[in-house]
């Protein structure tokens, strides 16, 4: 039973303009939520996160948003950049719980 | 970047042979993370660590087993490998501190078993 879904399994986007990664999940335990950025041949690195108390949560050009009642969460990267070509993944925990559950990544690929 | 590191980083090994993977970090974090990566599966854990001979199971556990006699080492061991664990496994730690949930990923150990 997968938990955290990612339904696009790849995404093109042109240079400059705006990348919406999207992010579906099923456990109303969940209340922590993190995307996760990894280059080929590199070990996934932490991008940015949002508390269930939250809505919103800015890191200079990425922003995740939460829609609790929709379960969804989504990140945004504007303007994308060619260095942003990777694979996003996100994951979620529950309070108390010191374990991830990861969605199966996006590619995205910025297209100059 | 966090002090992680995982040797080695490639291996062949055949069916049926004993392979242990060694996780090292230098930050003194208490929990420590074993993870698989497979095309379409995303990442699913193996097996986590809560402290020293402190471990538990993950979604994946069968055929794995692991270890911690030390806070800086975590060893991943399979014990008869299969084709079915060619995979790129990777290592992650947390503290967990002030709410914090972000784990830190190392590089990465590529097996192939054939």
């Known amino acids: 039973d997968q938990q955290v879904k990612q339904n696009s399994p790849s995404l093109s986007v042109q240079e400059g303009r705006i990348s919406i990664l999207n992010c579906d999940y099923t456990n109303s335990m969940f209340d922590y939520f993190l995307w996760y950025k990894k280059y080929p041949a590199e070990g996934p690195t932490f991008l940015i996160s949002?508390?269930?108390?939250?809505d919103k949560n800015e890191d200079g050009r990425f922003t995740v948003f939460l829609n609790k009642s929709a379960k969804h969460l989504s990140l945004h990267i504007v303007p994308s950049q060619p260095g942003d070509s990777a694979v996003y993944f996100c994951?979620?925990?529950?309070?108390?719980?010191?374990?991830?559950?990861f969605g199966t990544g996006t590619r995205l690929t910025i297209i100059p | 970047d966090a002090g992680i590191t995982q040797s080695p980083r490639h291996k062949v090994t055949e069916t049926g042979t004993p392979v242990t993977l060694r996780c090292h970090q230098t930050?003194?974090?208490?929990?420590m993370y074993w993870y698989r990566q497979d095309p379409g599966h995303g990442l699913r854990l193996i097996h986590y660590s809560y402290g020293v001979k402190d471990t538990d199971k993950g979604e994946v556990s069968d055929g794995y087993s692991v270890s911690r006699s030390k806070t800086e080492d975590f060893l991943l061991t399979l014990e008869s490998a299969t084709s079915s664990q060619t995979s790129v496994y990777f290592c992650?730690?947390?503290?967990?501190?002030?709410?914090?949930?972000?784990?830190?990923f190392g590089p990465g150990t590529r097996l192939t078993v054939t």
């Open positions: 994951a979620a925990s529950g309070f108390g719980n010191e374990k991830l559950t």
């Open positions: 930050e003194n974090h208490r929990y």
């Open positions: 992650a730690i947390s503290e967990r501190a002030s709410g914090s949930y972000e784990q830190y």
């Open positions: 949002i508390s269930s108390i939250k």
